[in-house]
């Protein structure tokens, strides 16, 4: 049996880090992320290690980041197990596939957001984050973030369940929300309009007349505009933030005239 110890509570909070006490919200986690017969998992800040454990039941190889060295080298050698003194943000993405996993210091979550989207071998991210960011990601408020937007042609946000904040060592102000990235089979756009779909996203979150159907107009034949606010039944003054991310994907299309 592979055996974790407990960190020193102070060396946590100077990397800005509360860690999973409740057993069963770590399994909660492990099973989100890797519900079977995934290869290589990635996990950021490790810390004492009771996520890594269940990661390492379900996974073939786990990497293991934890940027404390205190935390690092008490982390016990096992088979399938790497483990890395480093920061997992300078860290190169692996070559093949790989999924992220982590109980992420909530002052980093969108730079670790940031270089999931970026990686491109990533097929999904299991993230512990705010559960008031992982909702306002996920459209779970009734509006949609520019972000999520953006990249939804790539990936899908799921909100994948909630983390009371007692079942934190420190206790955090807040609860914690599980957050899931899932890179598409295939992209929603053809991957060489998927620049113009940004180019398109921009435009509508950049308030530019004041709202979305005006910012639209600027760039677009307003007639056009018009009609695909119609086919939508989209009202002219609707909200930017309401605006459903499959409705995005066909005011792409309606407007640039896509074709499959």
Not at 37 to 59: C, I, N, P, Q, Y
Not at 71 to 99: C, I, N, Q
Request: aromatic share 8%; charged share 20%.
């Amino acid at each position: 049996m592979i055996r974790f110890h407990a960190e020193h509570p102070r060396a946590r909070r100077v990397y800005g880090q509360n860690l999973l006490a409740d057993p069963a919200a770590v399994r909660r986690i492990a099973d989100a992320a890797v519900p079977c017969g995934s290869d290589l998992v990635v996990e950021v800040g490790a810390g004492r290690g009771s996520l890594t454990a269940e990661l390492l039941r379900r996974a073939g190889r786990v990497i293991a980041y934890e940027v404390d060295p205190g935390m690092a080298g008490a982390l016990p050698r096992s088979p399938g197990l790497t483990v890395r003194t480093a920061d997992f943000l300078a860290a190169e993405a692996p070559a093949g596939p790989f999924a992220v996993v982590g109980n992420i210091p909530y002052a980093l979550t969108s730079a670790v957001v940031a270089w999931c989207l970026a990686a491109p071998r990533l097929t999904s991210a299991t993230l512990l984050t705010q559960l008031e960011y992982a909702r306002k990601r996920t459209g779970d408020y009734g509006r949609w973030s520019r972000l999520t937007i953006e990249t939804w042609p790539r990936f899908e946000w799921r909100l994948a369940g909630r983390v009371p904040r007692a079942a934190f060592r420190p206790v955090p102000g807040v609860d914690g929300g599980i957050l899931r990235l899932v890179r598409r089979p295939e992209p929603l756009v053809a991957p060489d309009r998927l620049g113009q779909y940004r180019a398109l996203v921009r435009l509508g979150f950049g308030g530019a007349g004041g709202s979305l159907h005006a910012s639209l107009a600027r760039r677009y034949p307003p007639r056009r505009v018009a009609g695909a606010f119609r086919a939508l039944r989209l009202d002219a003054g609707t909200p930017v933030g309401l605006v459903w991310p499959e409705q995005w994907l066909t005011l792409f299309r309606l407007l640039s005239f896509e074709r499959r």
